[in-house]
């Protein structure tokens, strides 16, 4: 009988997940357009990429892994006939390749309209990077930060343009201390997520009167290869299939931030379900987001004509 009980759950609980989902509607053509998104070769950096490829705009996929970013190249190719989806090479644990990926990517285009800071690790590495951080939160955090701040010039020059960083509800566990010591993968985890948010809420003030948006996101606890270096296989198909959304499902929100008309004068604004979210209240502190700027620009070494 428990067993039936079981499975009536699962169905109860897959159903909600279903109809609570938020839906991207617009129908918006973005032609013209360039896109960056980072870890854009599977799972909701694959699907965005692909729907906004489907869209006629001109994607960039920054990917650490070439093989497999070329692989996704050719896959959105193919399905959406669109020609103008490159990868590039972009490792978030090194800062030397972030700036190499920016100026890479301003030598070969003139303009970007859309930043989709999408890419993130978790429980994969505790260990230390070449720049001495811990390696999940450079790749989380510093990172991006680094890369956004760097294609900032190159942004504003291209208003009207939107940074979209997706975080997670599980923000609220974080903290901004010792963010360079080697905690459990969760806690890390945690931080690095309160970490995009309150960059997200920093940047968004900073560029206020520049006509680029800024806004974070959760996209949902989504069913991907993001979670296999943490979960059993066996079980794992059960479990994420009813509880996680799938990638297309967990895109969703990206792509309403990226498209939408609904966005074009929202800012500083955290989004679930393609709609404004509830921020934790470390998340809202103006105090500790300028605390967490400074402290990241010292970290990733910022140099003074760089800092916004």
Not at 57 to 81: F, H, P
Not at 253 to 271: Q, V, W
């Amino acid at each position: 009988m428990w067993l039936v009980w079981l499975v009536l759950g699962m169905i109860l609980i897959k159903t909600y997940n279903k109809i609570t989902n938020g839906k991207c509607y617009s129908d918006k053509v973005m032609s013209g357009k360039v896109v960056i998104v980072t870890g854009g070769n599977s799972g909701i950096g694959y699907q965005t990429a692909l729907e906004l490829a489907r869209r006629g705009a001109k994607v960039i996929l920054g990917c650490r892994d070439e093989e497999r970013g070329q692989n996704a190249v050719q896959s959105i190719i193919k399905k959406t006939k669109n020609r103008s989806v490159r990868y590039m090479h972009l490792d978030l644990s090194s800062f030397a390749s972030v700036r190499k990926f920016v100026e890479d990517f301003k030598s070969s285009e003139a303009k970007l309209d859309i930043l989709i800071n999408n890419a993130g690790a978790s429980g994969v590495h505790r260990d230390k990077t070449e720049d001495g951080l811990i390696r999940d939160m450079q790749v989380n955090h510093f990172g991006p930060f680094l890369l956004t701040v760097l294609l900032t010039p190159l942004l504003k020059k291209s208003a009207p343009s939107r940074i979209i960083i997706v975080t997670s509800t599980l923000h609220r566990f974080g903290t901004i201390s010792d963010l360079n010591s080697p905690h459990s993968f969760m806690r890390t985890y945690c931080d690095s997520k309160l970490c995009n948010i309150l960059f997200s809420n920093e940047l968004a003030r900073r560029l206020e009167d520049s006509d680029v948006s800024v806004n974070s996101l959760h996209p949902g606890h989504v069913n991907t290869s993001f979670y296999k270096a943490t979960i059993l296989e066996k079980l794992r198909t059960m479990i994420l299939y009813t509880f996680f959304k799938n990638p297309i499902e967990g895109a969703q929100t990206s792509l309403f931030l990226a498209i939408s008309d609904d966005c074009d004068h929202i800012t500083g604004g955290y989004f679930v379900d393609c709609k404004e979210g509830y921020m934790g209240m470390k998340a809202r502190n103006e105090d500790l987001a300028a605390k967490l700027w400074e402290m990241s620009e010292q970290m990733v070494g910022l140099k003074p004509e760089e800092q916004i």
